[in-house]
């Protein structure tokens, strides 16, 4: 009796929780039947070409939102409608219902997973440095920056190169915050910063862009990590993710997506290569 009573129990606590665990479902499916019913979704982006990019007209390309917007079309959502965002502002941003997704280079770090629901990977990437011709100061990794007092670097805030600085010892006031890449390019030409760092794409176009014959690049740092971004979604969106991951998955598998990334420099095979999983998990 006691047995059969606490099988009775189990089975009705099972049913409970199966349908304590389907309301999120349901609240997750709406959200794709609101996108579709409005258009376009919202997407976070930075102006960090090839990662992203907003031309004189507004238009928005670069990899991640070329990817997006096929990705939502194939879901059934027509367009994007992207707003420029500083990194550290992102998260935030999605958590308070801003932005849709933020799809702009936002690498996963087991601390952000925590925060957003990440879809597979999508580009992958090492990082760089801008720096003086010559390189004064001899600066190949974030170490060297930190155990030379009079260097001084330029990062996005609240981006992967402020926080790889930071981990490695270089001081918060030699870390100096920039908005965009052309203010840091400026930045390092006026000498206020002695190198500028980013993912090595995008401090390539940049310097490439700017054609200036007195900076030079460092590509990889020493001792830096490849990472790997994703489209971001909010914790509670989990199906709308689910669906853009297997799309996403379609587009790999039809050598679509290679078609869209490949021409900004990125490798399709890098992102097919490893896992939200594996990079989440990543210390």
Known sequence: MKIRHFMSMAA?????MAIVAAVPAFADDAKLEELKGQGFARVAIANEPPFTAVAADGKVSGAAPDVAREVFKRLGVADIVASISEYGAMIPGLQAGRHDVITAGLFMKPERCAAVAYSEPILCDAEAFALKKGNPLKLKSYKDIADNPDARIGAPGGGTEEKLA?????PRDRVIVVPD???????LQDGRIDAYSLPVLSINDLVAKANDPEIEVVAPVEGAPVYCDGAAFKKGDEALRDAFDVELAKLKESGEFAKIIEPYGFSAAAAMSTTRDKLCAAK
């Open 12 to 16: 009705g606590a099972g049913v409970l």
């Open 181 to 187: 890449g052309q203010s840091g390019l400026k930045m």
């Open 166 to 170: 930071l981990e490695a010892g270089v």
